[in-house]
């Protein structure tokens, strides 16, 4: 049975924030493979945000929850492929993983205008790794500007899935990176606000470096199945 260690898990990420002196982030509950009763019962806990890999797993998820569905915030926060791109704009309300311009143009195009503008995250590749998805620093900026041009997204800030390490405090260059990153976004773009990065296991470095979202599953629902 699922954990819902709700209450434990936000006492845990207010925690951190004061020890680092920084404001709690927003919680994201990262419930790819979990059931929509899973969803249904944190949501039931006061839970509302809640992140997605796939967007047909997240389009039968909103189908089983009928009209809970609609009370809550939806994240993309898996690769989208640009084919996909007008299931997502239709399912979700934030996009964590836009990281090149073909997806820019294709969100905006079918984001229908009467659901408000679409919050996009420019996922960056930090640490530069082969295996995983983003952009690099360099293209944060073009991909930034154009972004801005596109009345049916908003630009809300970066997302990053650093390194994986045993020892939480290996992955803080990679935040600390992150956060200049954002830092600059943030005098160019005013309206940016939303660093996401942390996740169960390095959440209070994440933190302690300026995340203001974490995306937090094991910790709320506890292990994932064994296949």
Not at 10 to 23: H, K, T
Not at 46 to 73: C, D, I, P, S
Request: net charge neutral; proline share 6%.
């Amino acid at each position: 049975m699922p954990s819902h260690n709700l209450n434990e898990t936000i006492a845990q990420l207010e925690n951190a924030a004061s020890a680092a002196g920084r404001p709690p982030p927003r919680l994201l509950a990262v419930s790819k493979t979990r059931p929509a009763a899973d969803l249904a019962a944190l949501a039931e806990q006061g839970q509302r945000a809640f992140g997605e890999n796939y967007v047909q797993e997240a389009a039968a998820k909103q189908a089983e929850m009928g009209a809970l569905a609609g009370t809550l915030e939806w994240h993309l926060i898996g690769h989208l492929q640009s084919n996909k791109a007008r299931e997502a704009a239709t399912l979700f309300d934030w996009v964590q993983t836009v990281d090149r311009l073909k997806l820019v143009s294709a969100l905006a195009r079918h984001r229908d205008p009467a659901r408000g503008a679409l919050n996009v995250l420019i996922q960056v590749n930090i640490d530069d790794e082969a295996s995983k998805h983003g952009c690099q620093p360099e293209e944060i900026d073009s991909l930034a500007a154009a972004i801005a041009l596109e009345e049916r997204l908003c630009l809300r800030g970066l997302m990053v899935i650093p390194t994986p390490h045993d020892d939480p405090e290996l992955g803080r260059p990679a935040f600390r990176r992150t956060r200049g990153l954002f830092e600059r976004l943030q005098a160019a773009h005013p309206q940016v606000d939303t660093l996401s990065m942390g996740m169960s296991a390095d959440a209070a470095v994440a933190i302690s470096e300026g995340a203001t979202m974490v995306r937090i599953g094991t910790a709320l629902f506890g292990p994932r199945p064994r296949k």
